[in-house]
């Protein structure tokens, strides 16, 4: 089982939070890395069962490379049927990360309810709550890889 998490942030703040989600899934033993949306290999996202996608909001959307990344890349490798997740860091009205998902539900994929947005640089207890996120994801991955396996697997 593998997970990624793919982010944009212009200053580091969504940066911040995609790196605690990746540990707080790795803290549940689950293979997991974060990733600039910029050194992003097609073969990752093909590889992983769960998602997470970030991005700051910026004019009440998302970064427009992320846009193109969610409509181009993640559209091309069919994640119909995986996990995903989104969250970003936002100033005041916080409109990315609620697109993100909408788009992940438009591709089929089932996603994490409620998004994580974060305003500003995240504190340590933003901090800690990105992490809650990531054992969240590992554990939603465990459940789901359990009830895939056909009945008289030994797990
Ligand atoms: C030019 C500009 C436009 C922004 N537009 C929005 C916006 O529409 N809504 C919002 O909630 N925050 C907005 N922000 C605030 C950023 O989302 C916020 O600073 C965030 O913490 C940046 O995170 P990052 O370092 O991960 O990119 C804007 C910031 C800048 C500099």
């Not at 995986?82 to 409109?95: N, P, R």
């Not at 089932?110 to 992490?131: A, F, G, N």
Request: aromatic share 6%; proline share 5%; charged share 25%.
């Amino acid at each position: 089982m593998k997970a990624i998490v793919v982010y944009l942030s212009t200053s580091g703040n969504t940066k911040i939070m995609a790196e605690a989600i990746a540990s707080g899934i790795e803290s549940k033993h689950v293979d997991a890395k974060a990733v600039s949306f910029y050194d992003v290999k097609t073969e990752d996202l093909n590889e992983a069962d769960a998602i997470a996608v970030g991005s700051s909001t910026f004019y009440y959307r998302m970064l427009q490379p992320m846009e193109k990344f969610m409509d181009e890349t993640l559209a091309s490798t069919n994640p119909k049927g995986k996990l995903g997740a989104a969250f970003g860091s936002y100033g005041w009205s916080g409109e990315a990360p609620i697109l993100i998902a909408e788009k992940m539900r438009e591709m089929g994929m089932t996603v994490i309810d409620p998004v994580l947005r974060i305003l500003h640089k995240p504190t340590d207890k933003d901090v800690q709550e990105c992490k809650r996120l990531g054992v969240d994801i590992a554990e939603k991955m465990k459940q789901r890889s359990k009830a895939s396996q056909p009945q008289g697997t030994p797990s």
